[in-house]
């Protein structure tokens, strides 16, 4: 049986209750056989029997039964994401505007006892914020289900049947701002994804045949093409150095926190920084092929396949909606079908009317108000504590969180290299190494010799000039410091001008551990030499140790190598670590972790990141030093890079679970009550509505409590 697949770009695709609408209209038809959807990119793909069904039949069927528009497009191949609707993008916002507007219109009427007034005002706010939710409702009840929009749209016609038009108004406006609010949050990863594409330059230098260079689209490079990489640049493709020696910072594609050299026939990736030398690459395939290309497709695919995290009204929804409509209808027929079997009279009327005590009773408008309530006091405690949460079903999710994954560079280190010791060969003093290393750092570009001039100059050292200063790509330096001329660099680059001893080099083989080692020469004998590392973040142990008892298990997943990552991870008190990985490793370990240990997280901060980002439970990405890309694909950024947020954070997410958790049960439980004395006839209309207005408040009043955690320090 053939089978064809098709991608379709569909308007108003913006969250998981849009593709399971979509899914439930295309399952089952014909020659349908598999749905996948990419929510960041608002498009659907169709695997269909071309026999049996095809776009246009899809689409049709797209619009009769989930009220959306589709368009097919085939496999997307450029990162344009589709546009929202005019509706999906100004018609929402709009709506919200108004029944905001007009909630607060209404309320300033009533407070100046102008209760006509605040009526009117009141019932337009539930008109303006039911326009999405209404037409949601219909289709879901045309479709034979009762989800979060039913239960909204009840909540809403039940507040207005009491007449309590304020509780309608508020309740139609909360929802309309957290399904506005979550629309824009899904535009903004949207736009995260093309950023990816931002690390790699839009064109390269094209060494023809002849020696000729000329500048060309890098999307228009292929195999085998010859590109030139000048100092400072960032390589335009995947490929092998042909010619040049030069040190690459690799640490947003691979993670490693200090440049790594690259010479003839070593591998170098689109995206990385070339440092002081110049390169000549032989481009293994086009950009398309690149590893950068492939990290945003493993974002996308990350980003699309991971499960939806839910609100706790949307779970509750998925029950109490049909419980509520089931026992109001056997309220409503059971009472008078018994009589009519012990041959009593049926009485319909009475127990049709204890069915819309039950209705009314089981108002949902308490819950339905105290949720957004607590969620969004919970949020604005947050960001008080320098924690933006992009919604408030991520700041629940934290709160369930099993494991914790980090990245290490920039993450749980500096992210940067650091001195962290200076040895001095016999007759030489370590001040005097630390001055004149400093000196011929200050001339350089190399991120090694700032960091070793910024350590000298925070020990209040003099640091002189240096003159005659010459780079030798991919080994070190040479120049002439107080009229004499020192070379500084690596191991073998003393090795290879002759001026290492035994001694000297056997000391600095037995040196050699994590971190790299900077040695120094006066251009006859070696000097001495400094070690350089990327350091942990002061609060970094503290952090993990607080996260340990709060039952979470910290994991690190870096690019690094073993023995670096094993060494950092030694000084936090880290257990469990995996070294070596890819970023599309990160994230299928993300996955591991998920489907063996419980609800993950993962905190980073690179491009690199990005896909673990996407992948995890929940993603959170360090404010101030974060890439674009991972800052828009995190649900959560920590504003000031601060990790001691994270274990209030988990607190605070458990804390808004446990609010919630207690207004559901305290909202239940009331409406128990009044149910049970439906059912008796021994309740009123009367009763249903000052339990409903009593119980909202009450409810709301616990959910505002959680506002004063952002105050605690």
């Known amino acids: 049986m053939a089978q064809t697949r098709c991608t379709f770009k569909v308007r108003g695709l913006d969250c998981p209750v849009e593709a399971a609408e979509l899914r439930r209209a295309l399952e089952g038809f014909p020659g349908v056989f598999d749905l996948g959807f990419d929510l960041p990119r608002g498009t659907m793909t169709v695997r269909y029997d071309p026999s049996a069904t095809g776009p246009p039949a899809l689409v049709g069927r797209v619009a009769e039964h989930a009220g959306m528009t589709a368009e097919a497009v085939g496999e997307p191949e450029s990162g344009e994401a589709p546009t929202l609707s005019w509706w999906g993008r100004n018609g929402r916002l709009a709506a919200t505007v108004a029944s905001g507007l007009l909630l607060a219109v209404g309320m300033a009427a009533s407070w100046s006892g102008r209760e006509s007034w605040s009526r009117v005002a009141y019932a337009l706010a539930a008109a303006a914020g039911s326009l999405d939710l209404l037409p949601r409702a219909l289709r ?234 607590a969620l969004v006091s919970a949020m604005a405690a947050a960001a008080r504590r320098g924690v933006l949460v992009k919604g408030g079903q991520f700041l629940e999710a934290i709160g369930r969180l099993k494991v914790l994954a980090f990245d290490k560079t920039g993450t749980l280190t500096r992210g940067e290299p650091a001195v962290v010791d200076v040895v001095a060969a016999e007759g030489n003093a370590g001040d005097d190494v630390l001055r004149i290393a400093a000196a011929l750092g200050d001339r350089g570009g190399h991120v090694l010799g700032r960091a070793i001039a910024r350590h000298a100059r925070h020990l209040r050292l003099d640091v002189p000039p240096a003159d005659e200063y010459q780079a030798v790509p991919g080994l070190g330096a040479t120049g002439r410091v107080d009229a004499q001329r020192y070379h500084m660099g690596s191991h073998r680059y003393i090795d290879e001008s002759g001026q290492c001893e035994a001694g000297f080099h056997e000391r600095l083989a037995l040196a050699d551990g994590p971190g790299t080692s900077v040695a120094l020469t006066d251009g006859r004998r070696p000097m001495g030499w400094i070690t350089l590392a990327d350091e942990p973040r002061p609060e970094a142990a503290a952090v993990l ?165 952002g105050d605690r320090r």
């Not at 499960?307 to 949307?314: K, Y």
């Not at 030093?625 to 991972?630: L, R, T, V």
Request: proline letters at 4%; glycine letters at 10%; a neutral charge.
């Open 545 to 709: 140790a607080e996260l340990r008892g709060l039952g979470i298990v910290p994991v690190m997943l870096t690019g690094d190598n073993q023995a670096t990552a094993a060494a950092i991870a030694a000084l936090l008190g880290m257990v469990e670590l995996r070294a070596g990985l890819l970023p599309g490793a990160k994230a299928d370990m993300i996955a591991e972790l998920e489907a063996t240990r419980g609800p993950t997280g993962m905190v980073g901060d690179g491009v690199n990141d990005a896909p673990a980002l996407a992948a995890a439970r929940v993603g959170v990405a360090m404010g101030g030093i974060s890439s674009a890309a991972a800052l828009e694909t995190a649900d959560v950024v920590l504003m000031a890079d601060d990790l001691t947020a994270l274990p209030w954070l988990v607190r605070h997410g458990r804390a808004t679970l446990a609010r919630i958790r207690q207004n559901i049960a305290l909202s239940l439980g009331t409406k128990a009550i009044v149910l049970v004395l439906a059912l008796f006839g021994m309740a009123s209309l009367r009763m249903a509505v000052i339990t409903d207005v009593g119980t909202s408040l009450l409810v709301t009043v616990n959910a505002l409590r959680l506002l004063r955690a």
């Open 140 to 373: 879901a009840l045309r479709d034979r289900r009762l989800d979060i929009h039913v239960l909204m749209a009840l909540a809403v016609a039940g507040a207005a049947w009491l007449g309590q038009w304020d509780e309608a108004a508020t309740v139609a406006f909360l929802f309309g701002l957290s399904d506005l609010l979550e629309t824009m949050s899904l535009e903004h990863a949207r736009r995260s994804i093309r950023r990816l594409l931002e690390v790699a330059p839009e064109t390269a230098e094209l060494v023809g045949e002849g020696g000729q260079v000329r500048i060309v689209p890098a999307a228009d490079l292929r195999t085998g093409d010859l590109v030139r990489v000048r100092a400072g640049e960032r390589v335009p493709i995947d490929g092998t150095v042909v010619e040049g020696r030069s040190g690459v910072d690799q640490k947003s594609v691979t993670g490693e926190s200090v440049p790594i050299v690259r010479g003839p026939g070593d591998r170098v990736y689109a995206g990385t920084v070339n440092g002081e030398g110049s390169l000549e690459v032989r481009a293994s395939g086009p950009l398309g092929e690149s590893v950068v290309t492939r990290l945003m497709e493993r974002v996308r695919a990350a980003q699309a396949g991971r499960a939806p995290v839910q609100r706790s009204v949307e779970r509750f929804a998925a029950v109490y909606t049909p419980a509520v409509v089931g026992v109001s209808l056997a309220t409503a027929l059971g009472g008078p079908l018994a009589r009519l079997g012990m041959g009593l009279t049926p009485d319909w009327a009475d127990w049709f009317g204890r069915s819309l005590i039950v209705l009314v009773a089981a108002c949902p408008c308490a819950l339905v108000i105290a949720t957004p309530v």
